[in-house]
């Protein structure tokens, strides 16, 4: 009898995990795709598609317009969500308001345009095969490029609820379009609007935010940022990462530090943004890995200088080479994480590679799924970097005060 | 006596263990590294610097001096505000509003023989505040200068330029412009391909002044 009611309770237990699990909440993934992470913005194989694309193993090179099949090499993500039966909404708008890539957000002389195709895939619930799914007679919706891109703000995606009575999952693989191609002088004419781009090693930038909006989601909404980097180089070459994205955009504030306003009134300034995500793993990472930041005033980052963060009296982009304290003050400066509040770490500029002490660290966020992508890992943070004036001002001389913050990123995974 | 095998098996599974795990973890420095220049000021100070670029030796970057006269890269078009960066810019001063004044001089071969007109384009860009000395956001602008003093259009910026960075809110507090870096672009005036092709080969040069004429 003993053992009786223990395999009754232990029958008891499974019943209710399974219950569990079957009322658990909807699940989103989104898996980035190192190609979208620093593209060529005078590639000629960002080519819309045709009606019904297909996913085709290999790369695309140079395809037709309208070509019905489709490559890794011209995904940026592939996202989605299953474990609902509701309607769900899909909403990409754009951090700067343009589809377009642009060199500066301040600026927009030079841009270039840029679209998504968004190819609709499912898992059917009877035969568990991966498909195309049509959703309001399209296997494939456009956005961007094709429209006004000066008015076109967000653009949404709705799979009704009448989809999940034929499928249990449902993501959508979208597709970098870059279509036309820029010609021999930077230049590309979009309805009746000509955009350029100029030579420079710097990146373009461009982040499409998605709010993923679900009844069965906790709290009814899930946001993914997808970042993208692109390059233009008279030679088509760039030695980029293309893996993970590091972005740090300072704002405005940075470019005009009143010292004598900070330190009096003890002011702490937000000088920038940051942002950084790798490309979603799928085998071979260590989970349990980290990635570490740390922010120096040395850009090898690998050696310690006394200096640290100091602001230097600057006349014709020269600095002092002797130190004092009527020509420099010193600063600390703090990242302060967005994405996983109450996370901050000062730093004093001294910071070096290797000593782990002196790492911010971000774990990896590990999604299960069972749509034939696999279990993906990838890590990311966002937030902002703030500065504090520590040193001692009343001597300092009038004039402009120069300082370079570095921030370093360090893998362990 | 049996104790110290036992202790050994210990010792060479706790080596055995740090090693695996010496080996497990691969840490990199990714070069991932961004610079974050910040800019500071103690009032009260005026400066303005211009600083040419020289292209780099292998000529893949594009942008820079010297340059080629006939590229297509500094060929007229009608938005004079692009065209191919040759020099940075910086003003900044505690004593805004400040009036500025740019000046060209059209491009002359050695000999004095050929002047050729230009645009220039320098774009500004400065934080703005608000009353309680909050950025928020840019002032942005592009100053359009022609060669050609003579020249007359709508798109030439009118000098002397008045730069200045009140507060957004209202209050008439006057905030310092520091525009550091900006680019200064060039492009040639609307010649035809057959007033080019009479341009003698050689060095072409010319002056370009920048002056703070008043606060």
């Known amino acids: ?413 | 006596m049996r104790k110290l095998p036992v202790c050994l098996v210990v010792l060479l599974v706790l080596l055995l263990a740090s090693t695996a795990s010496l080996f497990a973890k691969t840490t990199h420095e990714t070069g991932l590294t961004k610079a974050l220049e910040l800019m500071g000021f103690i009032r009260q100070y005026h400066m303005v610097e211009i600083l040419p670029i020289e292209e780099n030796e292998s000529k893949t970057l594009g942008y820079g001096m010297p340059f080629d006269i006939m590229g297509n890269d500094v060929s007229y078009q009608s938005n004079k505000t692009i065209g191919r960066q040759i020099a940075t810019w910086t003003i900044a001063s505690t004593y805004a509003p400040i009036s500025i004044e740019i000046t060209a001089t059209p491009l002359m071969n050695l000999a004095q023989t050929v002047s050729i007109d230009y645009y220039l384009c320098f774009r500004y860009n400065y934080a703005k505040f608000n009353d309680n000395g909050i950025s928020t956001g840019s002032n942005n602008g592009y100053i359009v200068v022609s060669s050609d003093s003579n020249i007359a259009s709508t798109d030439i910026t009118e000098m002397p330029l008045k730069l200045e960075n009140e507060s957004t809110d209202g209050s008439g507090q006057i905030y310092p412009i520091i525009s550091k870096s900006q680019d200064v672009r060039f492009m040639l005036s609307d010649y035809s391909d057959s007033e080019k092709a009479n341009w003698p080969g050689g060095y072409y040069t010319s002056t370009v002044t920048i002056r703070i004429i008043g606060s």
Not at chain 1, 153 to 182: E, G, H, Q, R
Request: proline share 3%.
């Open chain 1, 1 to 413: 009898m003993p053992k009786r009611r223990v395999l009754v309770f232990v029958f008891l237990l499974s019943s209710m995990v399974c219950s569990i699990a079957a009322f658990a909440a909807a699940q989103t993934f989104m898996k980035q795709f190192s190609s979208a992470f620093l593209v060529n913005l005078a590639s000629n194989i960002y080519k819309a598609h045709g009606s019904s694309p297909v996913w085709t193993s290999g790369s695309a090179s140079n395809p037709s317009t309208n070509d019905n099949y489709y490559y890794d090499n011209q995904m940026l993500c592939t996202m989605g969500i299953s474990g609902t039966t509701e309607s769900v909404t899909m909403t990409f708008s754009l951090d700067s308001g343009h589809w377009l890539y642009l060199l500066d957000e301040t600026d927009l002389r030079f841009s270039r345009p840029f679209g998504v195709d968004l190819i609709i895939r499912g898992v059917n619930r009877s035969t568990g095969s991966h498909e195309s799914v049509t959703i309001n007679g399209n296997q494939i919706v456009h956005m961007g490029l094709d429209e006004d891109s000066s008015s076109v703000k967000s653009a949404t995606f709705v799979i009704p609820s009448t989809t999940w009575n034929t499928y249990s999952s449902i993501w959508l693989d979208v597709c970098l379009v870059m279509d036309p191609v820029l010609d021999s002088n930077g230049q590309v004419k979009v309805g009746s609007t000509t955009y350029t781009v100029t030579p420079t090693d710097d990146n373009y930038k461009a982040r499409i935010k998605v709010s993923i909006d679900n009844a069965d989601l906790a709290g009814g909404t899930e946001t993914y940022l997808i970042d993208l980097l692109g390059y233009y180089t008279t030679s088509g070459e760039h030695p980029g990462s293309s893996t993970a994205i590091l972005s740090v955009t300072p704002t405005a504030a940075a470019r005009s530090l009143d010292i004598e306003k900070l330190k009096t009134d003890a002011v702490v300034q937000t000088v920038a943004s940051y942002s950084f995500t790798t490309a979603t793993m799928t085998s071979g990472v260590n989970t349990n890995g980290k990635v570490h930041f740390f922010l120096s005033s040395t850009e090898g980052g690998t050696c310690s200088i006394d200096d640290g963060f100091t602001l230097k009296f600057t006349r014709n982009n020269k600095v002092p080479s002797v130190l004092n304290g009527y020509n420099s003050v010193k600063y600390t400066a703090r990242i302060v994480s967005s994405e996983y509040p109450g996370q901050t770490m000062d730093f004093d500029g001294n910071a070096v590679f290797g000593n782990t002490d002196n790492y911010y660290s971000v774990s990896a966020d590990h999604v299960s799924t069972s749509t034939g992508h696999g279990d993906l890992t990838r890590w990311h943070d966002s937030g902002t970097i703030e500065v504090r004036i520590t040193g001692d001002i009343d001597n300092l001389v009038a004039g402009l005060y120069t300082s370079t913050i570095y921030f370093h990123v360090v893998t362990d995974f």
